[in-house]
Nanobody
Framework: QVQLVESGGGLVQAGGSLRLSCAASGRTISGYTMGWFRQAPGKEREFVARINRSADMTRYTDSVKGRFAISRDNAKNTVYLQMNDLKPEDTAVYYC?????????????WGQGTQVTVSS
């Protein structure tokens, strides 16, 4: 099991940037695909981005393509989500998660989340 702790959230104006971090402990993340999800008030949790073990494959939900970038530093056991040109609709609690395979499977380990609020 991997313990995940997100940080870096906060309040930002529309058009601004934030960089979220997800620090892992318990196991090295080098054996996992890592993902970011978000949940806005009153909405279902949705996929945002994922990155494979060697960081040569990524996927994004359409609404963040060109604005967000997921990356990882396996040596630091940390995953990042760089968020640029933020919009009010990006307001949500952001979670990181880990799973074994890039293409299929459930995310077994989740962090507690970090709040991102984008003001207009």
């Amino acid at each position: 099991q991997v313990q995940l702790v997100e940080s870096g959230g906060g309040l930002v104006q529309a058009g601004g940037s934030l960089r979220l971090s997800c620090a892992a402990s318990g196991r090295t993340i080098s054996g996992y695909t890592m993902g970011w999800f978000r949940q806005a008030p009153g909405k279902e949790r949705e996929f945002v981005a994922r990155i494979n073990r060697s960081a040569d494959m990524t996927r994004y939900t359409d609404s963040v393509k060109g604005r967000f970038a997921i990356s990882r530093d396996n040596a630091k056991n940390t995953v990042y989500l760089q968020m640029n040109d933020l919009k009010p609709e990006d307001t949500a609690v952001y979670y990181c998660a880990a799973r074994s395979d890039f293409w299929v499977g459930a995310y077994a380990d989740w962090g507690q989340g970090t709040q991102v609020t984008v003001s207009s």
